[in-house]
């Protein structure tokens, strides 16, 4: 069983929707979570990191749920520009693991 | 702004060869890393290192070895490169426990 798991996707939808994704994760001692944003044939950059009470940025929310081990992303109003691949990170303590990542399509 | 920089965006190499990957930060970062990202697979930590001279082996170190000389510069190695190398390879920096920062990158193709 892989540290992380996502579903692959892709998830195509029009702009204006909203989109949810979820992420498992196999360690319970994990201490911090974030997702990160991979743009194509890009390098993977920070999109906010998840905390227990959850936490908004602007269209983007993040929700964990330790106790189910998952984490949640979800994106509202999406526009063209969320177009990406988002990767779930679990900081498990010594390292960050990734998950292989959601593809999300935004389509006009 | 935290820049990483990665000594090459496009690498053809043969197997066999020795291959040099290099990866410079200029925030003063004390952690730094090495990936290779696979479709599928997501990122896969070769090895870090949390200080100079320092290294410590990722999930799939086989094949590969680290240098870090210097606290900006962390070198990855090929001894001798094989087909099953060919990926993207990500450095990355941070300092203790905070966000990393990733690399543009280097395509790695071994034929």
């Known amino acids: 069983r892989k540290e992380v798991e996502q579903d692959p996707g892709p998830f195509n939808v029009p702009e204006g929707a909203t989109v949810a994704f979820n992420c498992t994760y196999s360690?319970?001692?994990?201490?911090?979570f974030f997702w990160y944003r991979q743009d194509c044939r890009k390098e993977p950059k920070l999109l906010m990191s998840?905390?227990?009470s959850g936490n908004e940025d602007g269209r983007f929310t993040a929700q964990l749920n330790r106790a189910s081990q998952y984490i949640s992303l979800l994106i509202r109003d999406s526009k063209l520009s969320d177009s990406a691949t988002y990767l779930c990170?679990?900081?498990?303590?010594?390292?960050?693991?990734f998950g292989a990542g959601t593809i999300l399509r935004v389509k006009s | 702004d935290v820049k990483v920089t990665q000594s090459s965006r496009y690498l053809v190499k043969r197997t066999g060869e020795k291959v040099f990957l290099e990866c410079v930060q200029d925030?003063?970062?004390?952690?730094m890393f090495w990936y290779r990202q696979d479709p599928g697979l997501g990122l896969r930590l070769i090895y870090f290192?949390?200080?100079?001279?320092?290294?410590e082996k990722g999930d799939i170190p086989e094949g590969y070895s680290v240098s870090r000389e210097k606290k900006e510069r962390f070198s990855l190695i090929l001894e001798s490169a094989s087909t099953n190398q060919t990926s993207m390879y990500l450095c990355?920096?941070?300092?203790?426990?905070?966000?990393?920062?990733f690399g543009p990158g280097t395509r790695l193709t071994v034929l």
């Open positions: 990355a920096s941070s300092l203790a426990g905070s966000e990393q920062f």
């Open positions: 360690n319970s001692a994990s201490q911090s």
């Open positions: 998840v905390y227990s």
């Open positions: 990170v679990v900081n498990t303590g010594d390292k960050l693991v």
């Open positions: 925030m003063d970062h004390e952690n």
């Open positions: 290192s949390y200080d100079v001279k320092m290294k």
